[in-house]
T-cell receptor, first 116, second 113 residues
Framework: AQSVTQLGSHVSVSEGALVLLRCNYS??????LFWYVQYPNQGLQLLLK??????LVKGINGFEAEFKKSETSFHLTKPSAHMSDAAEYFC??????????????FGQGTTLQVKP | DGGITQSPKYLFRKEGQNVTLSCEQN?????MYWYRQDPGQGLRLIYY???????QKGDIAEGYSVSREKKESFPLTVTSAQKNPTAFYLC????????????FGPGTRLLVL
């Protein structure tokens, strides 16, 4: 069965520090990979996605992620955290199991805390 | 502005009552989805629809029902058979295809009285 694992349900960083949120997936074929952000009591917003081509993907708000097929990973990074980055982050994958739909499997989420 | 709207923002359900959550999109998307979000459990798929008048069960469909009579609308009914309905419900839509982005509505929080 397909699965997505986000290592660490809570990550805390200081303002200005590197942000690293980890995501690993299980898939027998290269998947499509997504990172979403959710602010309290709101819907999810797409940060970035990997479909094909360049494995380093740049997204909104200074975030980027690198698809590493050999490690089945798609970790999210940002060089310098800002207070406004405090939110919950979800990694998601679609693949062969999705058929021709956009059906996704989500990780459990990682809450990012940014300390002043 | 194109987007997805969900109403109401908060909904209260009494014991034995069915309640319906609204989801409307004006993005001209074919596919629509309903998710349930509980703390620490990520998003779980309840139902999805790829086309009008057709829908499929997701991972946790028991106690829920949907309809898709119009492309723009995908209402979710939480029936009395759903014994633990308290959660945050999110609706999303996308174009067809595995690489397509899902766009989410603002959510409805359902509480039991």
């Amino acid at each position: 069965a397909q699965s997505v694992t986000q290592l660490g349900s809570h990550v805390s960083v200081s303002e200005g520090a590197l942000v690293l949120l980890r995501c690993n997936y299980s898939s027998s074929v290269p998947p499509y990979l997504f990172w979403y952000v959710q602010y309290p009591n709101q819907g999810l917003q797409l940060l970035l996605k990997y479909t094909t081509g360049a494995t380093l993907v740049k997204g909104i708000n200074g975030f980027e992620a690198e698809f590493k097929k050999s490690e089945t990973s798609f970790h999210l990074t940002k060089p310098s955290a800002h207070m406004s980055d405090a939110a919950e982050y979800f990694c998601a994958v679609s693949g062969a199991f999705s058929g021709n739909t956009g059906k996704l499997i989500f990780g459990q989420g990682t809450t990012l805390q940014v300390k002043p | 502005d194109g987007g997805i709207t969900q109403s109401p923002k908060y909904l209260f359900r009494k014991e034995g009552q069915n309640v319906t959550l609204s989801c409307e999109q004006n993005l001209n998307h074919d596919a629509m989805y309903w998710y349930r979000q509980d703390p620490g459990q990520g998003l779980r798929l309840i139902y999805y629809s790829q086309i009008v008048n057709d829908f499929q069960k997701g991972d946790i469909a028991e106690g829920y029902s949907v309809s898709r009579e119009k492309k723009e609308s995908f209402p979710l009914t939480v029936t009395s058979a759903q014994k633990n309905p308290t959660a945050f419900y999110l609706c999303a839509s996308s174009m067809q295809g595995r690489s397509e982005t899902q766009y989410f509505g603002p959510g409805t929080r359902l509480l039991v009285l």
